[in-house]
């Protein structure tokens, strides 16, 4: 079945770029998305991008997509304490079920 | 995008007995989800709910330990039945949007079983 793998961990220093990665085995994914969890609270949808794109920018947030390699990346510029939270990759195909796969989330640190 | 009211936010069970707990939409949605989320792991889908029918279970759940309705379309609860402390967990429910193609969450209800 479909899979979405990313790293667990990243801790970077408040003001310099975050990276997160993501990979995915489903070739049919259509609709990639990245979510946030800060303690506590639910999921909240930060962006998503179709297959037909290959970048997405809003504001201090880059997602780069490279569907030969089925990687996603999230880039968060200027990254400060209250980026600190579990970010989720997730993708979802066209058809079928309507259902997205979620990764297991990475947990971004932002320390002083 | 919709938004979601999901009570309760936490609650300390004791085992043997069970909780339900509910999801509140503020406009009408075709899809509705529940989700575990254990620490550190993945979202795991636990069934979808249908308006009108019986929900759709994944794998490895079951209408017994985890009966769901949904009465309408803005509207849904999930029961943790009999629960035991493997039942510890954060309760998620989820609606897919048609504006965006996205999913929105509630806040979640992090539920302990001693």
């Known amino acids: 079945g479909e899979d979405v793998e990313q790293s667990l961990f990243l801790s970077v220093r408040e003001g310099d770029s975050s990276v997160i990665n993501c990979t995915y085995t489903?070739?049919?994914?259509?609709?990639l998305y990245w979510y946030k969890q800060e303690p506590g609270a639910g999921l909240q949808l930060l962006t998503y991008?179709?297959?037909?794109?290959d970048m997405k920018q809003d504001q201090r947030l880059t997602v780069l997509l490279n569907k030969k390699d089925k990687h996603l990346s999230l880039r968060i510029a200027d990254t400060q304490t209250g980026d600190s939270a579990i970010y989720f990759c997730?993708?979802?195909?066209?058809?079928?079920?309507?259902?997205?796969?979620f990764g297991r989330g990475t947990s971004l640190i932002v320390h002083p | 995008s919709a938004v979601i009211s999901q009570k309760p936010s936490r609650d300390i069970c004791q085992r043997g007995t069970s909780l339900t707990i509910q999801c509140q939409v503020d406009s009408q949605v075709t899809m509705m989800f529940w989700y575990r989320q254990q620490p550190g792991q993945s979202l795991t889908l636990i069934a979808t709910?249908?308006?009108?029918?019986?929900?759709?279970?994944e794998s490895g759940f079951v209408i017994d330990k985890f009966p769901i309705s949904r009465p309408n379309l803005t509207f849904s609860t999930l029961t943790v039945s009999n629960m035991s402390p493997e039942d510890s967990s954060i309760y998620l429910c989820?609606?897919?949007?048609?504006?965006?193609?996205?999913?929105?969450f509630g806040s979640g209800t992090r539920l302990t079983v001693v």
């Open positions: 989820s609606v897919r949007e048609r504006v965006n193609y996205g999913y929105t």
């Open positions: 991008i179709f297959s037909n794109m």
């Open positions: 709910a249908n308006q009108g029918s019986e929900a759709t279970y």
């Open positions: 489903d070739s049919s994914s259509t609709y």
């Open positions: 997730a993708e979802r195909s066209s058809g079928g079920s309507y259902i997205p796969t």
